[in-house]
């Protein structure tokens, strides 16, 4: 049986002791500074053993997997090139960064040789081993920037190993790309968000409603500003040059719609808002999370009121469990489509089947 030591259990990496050890079937040694966390691991199933001294979880490893904050994934790194390893274990961290991290495996021959950076693109603003999942990856990207003289064998097996552990899309890129990309699409908006909170909080001291009222388009921008301080005072400090060059573009476009405001310039004002529009609704719409069903299919069916009970009485007779149903598109011919949603391979399989026997057209979104 293969192991992988796990260092830091929190969020992500109790999730990916989870995932590797249901799925990839992999021996977990946890470490955490932390031995009420170990503890939680422990007794969840989370982790098969857990370790406050790091050593004690990493000797005999063949896959080690940084899972702390980034400021001090550096460090850790450190520590582990002076310690015993096993000759052919590969080491990966799950950072949000990932420029930092690259430059410390470089300055260690042998980490050089063992180090494949890793990043797991999705997550939520909770922390902590509690909120860990196993399927907290399914369907998300995942990223890694090996070095380049990193034989492709090495990059394989990793990869084979999170794909089992994860289900998740691996995706190889260079460090200061994934850098800039998650700085605009991550880091960026996190600093917004928690902006726009401190300033509408400023105001509130004064007059209560401006929290009272704060829902819709407010909430939803701000969710992530709930996400832990530490973890992101550590993300903006380790990915600080792209950072500050996307936050000096961000002033300028701020720059500009004031302007634009300031002329009572209406065509600028609405092409700002048209653009982005535009934009937004071409975003791909990925499917990312626990939440998020994988497995779809269309189902043709007549379009009258019962036929939704139908389907999934069907299906729930046969013990598929279906985790979203609803009705896609009105068609004026009165044909409509429904659409089915599964979080399990087997059961999106059986439910083909089962619908094809009776006589339902099915429409494949997968294969
Ligand atoms: N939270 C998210 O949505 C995502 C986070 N990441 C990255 O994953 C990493 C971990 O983040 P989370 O799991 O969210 O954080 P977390 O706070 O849930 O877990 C971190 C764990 O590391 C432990 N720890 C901290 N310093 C330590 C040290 N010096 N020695 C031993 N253990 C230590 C803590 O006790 C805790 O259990 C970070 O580098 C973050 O950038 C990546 C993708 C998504
Ligand atoms: O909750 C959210 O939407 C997030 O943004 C989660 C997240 C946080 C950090 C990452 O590096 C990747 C994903």
């Not at 259990?9 to 995932?19: C, E, M, N, Q």
């Not at 995942?142 to 064998?153: A, G, K, Q, R, V």
């Not at 819709?216 to 005072?233: E, K, N, Q, Y």
């Not at 405001?261 to 975003?283: G, H, P, V, Y």
Request: charged residues 25%; contains cysteine; hydrophobic residues 45%.
């Amino acid at each position: 049986m293969e192991r992988a030591a796990v260092l830091g259990i929190g969020l992500i990496g109790g999730s990916l002791a989870l995932g590797l050890k249901e799925r990839a079937g992999v021996e977990v040694y946890g470490y955490d500074r932390s031995e009420k966390t170990l503890h939680l691991a422990e007794s969840a199933g989370v982790i098969h053993r857990g370790f406050t001294r790091m050593e004690e979880a990493v000797t005999k490893a063949d896959y080690i997997f940084l899972a702390v904050p980034v400021g001090t994934a550096p460090d850790l790194l450190e520590a582990l090139a002076e310690l015993d390893l096993k000759p052919d274990c590969l080491i990966s961290d799950v950072g949000s960064t990932k420029g930092r991290i690259m430059e410390q495996a470089a300055v260690f021959p042998r980490l050089r040789e063992a180090f494949i950076g890793g990043h797991p693109m999705a997550g939520s603003h909770q922390s902590g081993v509690k909120a860990a999942r196993s399927l907290l990856f399914e369907n998300a990207y995942y990223i890694l920037t090996p070095f380049p003289e990193t034989p492709l064998s090495k990059v394989q097996r990793l990869s084979r190993l999170l794909v089992t552990a994860t289900r998740a899309q691996l995706v190889i890129m260079n460090p200061e790309h994934h850098d800039r990309i998650v700085g605009a699409i991550s880091h960026l908006p996190h600093i917004l968000a928690a902006g726009l909170v401190n300033q509408v909080d400023r105001y509130n001291e004064s007059n209560e409603w401006f929290h009272r009222l704060a829902a819709g388009g407010f909430r939803d921008l701000t969710r992530i500003a709930a996400s832990d301080p530490v973890m992101w005072r550590d993300i903006l400090l380790s990915n600080r040059e792209s950072i500050l060059g996307l936050m000096q573009d961000w002033i300028r476009e701020m720059e500009r719609v004031k302007e634009a405001l300031e002329a009572e310039d209406s065509f600028s004002i609405q092409t700002f808002f048209e653009q982005a529009k535009i934009s937004r609704e071409q975003l791909p719409d990925r499917k990312i999370g626990i939440l998020s069903p994988v497995w779809e299919c269309y189902v043709d069916v007549a379009d009258h009121p019962g036929v939704i009970g139908k389907v999934a009485t069907l299906l729930g007779e046969e013990g598929i469990s279906i985790a979203n149903i609803g009705v896609m598109e009105n068609r004026e011919d009165g044909a409509g489509v429904l659409r089915l949603a599964f979080r399990e391979e087997r059961d999106y399989r059986r439910a083909k089947t089962v619908l094809a026997r009776k006589g339902y057209t099915v429409i494949d979104l997968n294969e």
